[in-house]
DNA sequence: TGTACATCAGTGAACGCGCGTTCACTGATGTAC
DNA sequence: TGTACATCAGTGAACGCGCGTTCACTGATGTAC
């Protein structure tokens, strides 16, 4: 009588959980095909095969659902890098830059929502503190790979120097003029590596 | 008869342009106390002192308005460059990164404005060749800093980093959780400096 | 100097649209006795 | 086993809003003769 319940709710609570599951992938596919601040709740639906108003059962407003499928894509890159890290394949500064670049390159919508985010500043508490959780993780990442263990205030700041000049890379090129979509990718690696290089060999003699 | 006509149209000309700047100026304030996608027609033309339809008569849309303001904007940051740079009191990488990054952090819709243009990547023929025009000098501010005169592949691959890393460090830690603006400000400023100064090394020995 | 006409800045009201969200309802499933 | 009731996923239609933009119009100024 009380573990019978207890089980049955948490396979309820499953099914709902798979349920938010469905409509946040779904939206993920809609924001594959276009710009995410463009994408209302009537595409998510469709796409999802259901009613608008059903989307409202299992996330409070749009803006929740966003924030919850961009939370669902910092996972994806964080446990991409987890794994790179554990199979020892990440083994210089560059290739990991490269990798959080390819990333992001692929995942546009990902970097959009980000970018968006990060310029938003007016989001509800709950909401907010999902979004720092997250960048907080990214960047835990980028100071354990700079620092191994022994991370300080200086590899920190190292940390958050790659971070930034990354996004940077990202935001400032996107639309390079005329150029195609290869070369600018070409590009943005290429100063990725001049920046990752340039931590590093700066890390090592700081007044070099 | 010939002369005085081409006088009085040019009068008239002077005058519609002093119009149309009255009501850029007006968006401008209005930008100034929200953000700028938030901001709409009915604002400006309330800033303005004038009817909503009238900006119409100056202005063919609401994009082709904000795009504006936002190329004035570009033209005092590069006239602003031009008088240090004029004046000798760029000595060192760090005192332009800095001067870059006040710049924008001071005009917050600016900077707003240039991150939209540069995620946007659907405007039409005309403006986007206005904003491309605008990117392109000012990266080419930062060339001919890095390089004196003598600019090259290499220095432009330094100029187009140091440029996206500085755009980064403003987009990445504008919003950094829990912190004063101050305290933001600072550390943004310290990361410039961590940058410039691994720029300015790095090209000294880009293999030390 | 006076008159008819053209030009054009400026306007208030309206149009049309798409959006996020809510509402009242249906019907299937599970529960209690 | 059968019956009354509760729960809740799912729905289509509607609400209300704010927006960019257009329209038909007014009135002042300049021009031609």
Redesign the pocket.
């Known amino acids: 009588m009380a573990k019978q319940p207890t089980t ?1 709710a948490a396979l ?1 609570e499953e099914e ?1 959980k798979a ?1 938010q599951g469905v409509i946040v992938d779904a939206a993920e596919r809609v924001f594959g095909r276009k710009p995410f601040e ?5 595409e998510v639906a469709q796409e999802a095969g ?5 989307i ?3 996330f409070p ?3 929740s659902l966003f924030v919850e499928a961009f939370v669902l894509g910092t996972r994806e890159i964080i446990s991409r890098i987890d794994e790179r890290i554990a199979s020892g394949r990440l083994s210089s500064l560059a290739d990991f830059a490269l990798m959080y670049l390819d990333f992001l390159i692929e995942h546009d919508h990902y970097f959009r929502m980000m970018t968006h985010f990060m310029l938003d500043g007016q989001l509800s508490g709950p909401l907010l503190e999902k979004l720092n959780q997250a960048a907080r993780t990214i960047l835990e990442q980028f100071d354990r790979l700079i620092a191994g263990d022994t991370s300080s205030e200086q590899t920190r700041q190292y940390a958050h120097t790659l971070f930034a000049a990354l996004n940077g890379i990202l935001i400032s090129f996107r639309n390079y003029p005329g150029r195609e979509p290869v070369e600018v990718r070409r590009h943005m690696e290429k100063l990725a590596r001049l920046t990752a290089s340039m931590c590093e060999s700066h890390r090592r003699s700081p007044r070099g």
């Open positions: 049955f309820k709902r349920r463009q994408v209302s709740m009537r259901i009613a608008v108003s059903s409202y059962r299992y407003d749009q803006q």
